[in-house]
């Protein structure tokens, strides 16, 4: 049983474990270990119960090690930690890429502790535990590697705690392999990360320092682009890392987009058509309101006029009917011309009746179903 968790990094992702936890689970006993600076502010912050400026110390007691720095902290705590550690101790980190650390880790520790690689698909562009926030991974997608010889039903099995530590975060566990997550995080992570930064150098060097560039670049622009304004330090430990599967993902991003422009040229409507629908498509299977284990949510999408008190109107229309709102999205607004918010509910039956409440309040209220989509 995990009674005693010990962080080591309490930045963005150590300290929003550490809140998560604390919410979820008082009794949990959380230790960090940082900076001094660091330690400091998680005592005033009161996020752990106990700081540790020496490792050895961080972790002697631990039944669970979290190492949550850069890829290379990790590397260098791995050859700290290992003769510190109690016998049948567990030890995770939350690295954006898996391989050099299963590694690593397999090198590095005694036989008598296991290492579960892990990474919350969850985060933002800032850092630090100023920025920590414990619904960082409510929703999330949150990976775990097994040791070697073992897999995803042996690590349910045998650390089930784990799991259910992590399904108090709020988020869903998927059990991969390292050379797959790997594949996968160059494609949905690594790769995006990168069109963030080139979508915004490409803008900064054709507007030759004209303002207007920026003036023009709306909401398409800042979707994409959010994550330009990243740290790089933390960035570049985790693409000089998963090289290889970054060159495989590049090049064929290269080729798509070579043939992209050959579309373009050819004035090939049917085929540019076809890439369109098929983004559609796809993207619309991206898991987004789930909760714990794959539990999707029912929809009601709500269109409102932009005047004080719409939100309001939508709420206390839903409190009046005894309906609980489980999500809330605002999905566009523009100014003077109102917005569309999305509301998802435990239920179908809880949805229909938020409909039918929403519609008889006189607001503009549909199911997904009812518009074909
Ligand atoms: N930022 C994000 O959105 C996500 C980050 N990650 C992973 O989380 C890890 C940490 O990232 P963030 O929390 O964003 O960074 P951060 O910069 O907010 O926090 C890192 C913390 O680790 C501490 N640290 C550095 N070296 C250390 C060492 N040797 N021993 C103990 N503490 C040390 C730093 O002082 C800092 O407090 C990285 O490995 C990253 O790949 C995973 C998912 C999302
Ligand atoms: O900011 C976001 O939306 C992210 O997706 C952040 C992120 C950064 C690094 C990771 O390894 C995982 C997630």
């Known amino acids: 049983m995990i009674e005693r968790i010990t962080i080591c990094g309490l930045g963005l992702i150590g300290g929003s474990l550490a809140m998560a936890w604390k919410r979820a689970r008082p009794e949990l006993h959380l230790t960090a270990f940082d900076r001094r600076e660091v330690l400091r502010q998680a005592r005033e912050l009161g996020v752990v119960d106990a700081t540790a400026e020496d490792v050895a110390e961080a972790v002697a007691e631990a039944d ?3 190492l949550a720095a850069p890829l290379r902290g990790i590397l260098y705590l791995l050859e700290e930690i290992g003769p510190h550690l109690k016998p049948g101790a567990r030890v995770t980190d939350v690295c954006g890429v898996k391989r050099p650390i299963m590694a690593h880790a397999r090198e590095m520790l005694p036989e008598t502790v296991t290492f579960i690689g892990g990474h919350p698909m969850a985060g933002s562009e800032r850092r630090g535990l100023a920025n920590a926030d414990p ?14 010889g073992s ?10 705690d784990l799991l259910e ?25 690594h790769l995006p990360q990168l069109l963030a930064v080139l979508l915004v150098n490409t803008a900064a060097e054709l507007s030759k320092g004209d303002e207007t560039f920026l003036q023009l670049a709306a909401g398409g622009f800042r979707d994409m682009t959010r994550i330009a304004s990243s740290p790089f330090d933390l960035w ?17 991003f290269a080729a798509n987009l070579q043939r992209l422009r050959n579309r373009i040229i050819e004035e090939d409507e049917q085929a540019l058509a076809e890439a369109f629908e098929q983004a559609r498509r796809t993207r619309a299977r991206i898991p987004r309101d789930t909760k714990g284990f794959l539990h999707p949510l029912a929809d009601v999408y709500v269109r409102i006029e932009d005047r004080p008190g719409a939100l309001y109107r939508i709420t206390r229309t839903l409190y009046e009917a005894g309906l609980n709102i489980q999500d809330i999205e605002l999905l566009k607004v523009r100014e003077g011309t109102g917005g569309t918010f999305r509301l998802g509910f435990a239920t179908e039956a809880d949805a229909d009746r938020a409909c039918e409440a929403l519609r008889q309040a006189g607001i503009e209220a549909f199911r997904p179903d009812d518009h074909g989509n």
């Open 64 to 66: 669970l090690v979290v």
């Open 135 to 148: 619904f960082l991974f409510e929703n999330a997608t949150y990976v775990l590697c097994p040791p070697p």
């Open 151 to 160: 897999d995803a039903v042996r690590l349910q099995q045998e650390h089930e």
């Open 165 to 189: 530590l992590i399904r108090l975060l709020g988020a869903r566990v998927l059990v991969l392999d390292a050379e797959r997550h790997d594949a996968i995080a160059a494609a949905v992570s």
């Open 236 to 252: 570049r430990d985790v693409l000089f890392a998963n090289e290889g599967p970054l060159l495989d993902t590049l090049g064929h």
